[in-house]
């Protein structure tokens, strides 16, 4: 019984194994954005950090000028 599940994962594991490099392996092909425009990249990630750094200042602000 232990042999026979044994058997099955270890075949998973090798399908899991064989199968999982279908992207052929080029640094950056998995990801949600292009790496290949520098300066596009760079104005996304001011943008992306830049308004999760700023909301909490930006709302202290929005709270101090409410009347």
């Known amino acids: 019984m232990f042999a ?8 998973s594991v090798n399908n899991l ?3 999982s490099h ?3 392996g080029i640094p950056g092909e998995n990801l949600p954005f292009s790496l290949t ?9 001011i943008v992306f950090f830049g ?5 909490p200042f930006f709302i202290l602000r929005h ?3 409410k009347k």
């Open 4 to 11: 026979r599940i044994a058997n099955t994962t270890r075949s």
């Open 17 to 19: 194994v064989r199968y």
């Open 22 to 24: 279908s992207h052929g």
């Open 37 to 45: 425009n520098r300066y596009k990249l760079t104005a996304m990630f």
């Open 51 to 55: 308004s999760g750094l700023g909301a």
């Open 63 to 65: 709270q101090l000028l």
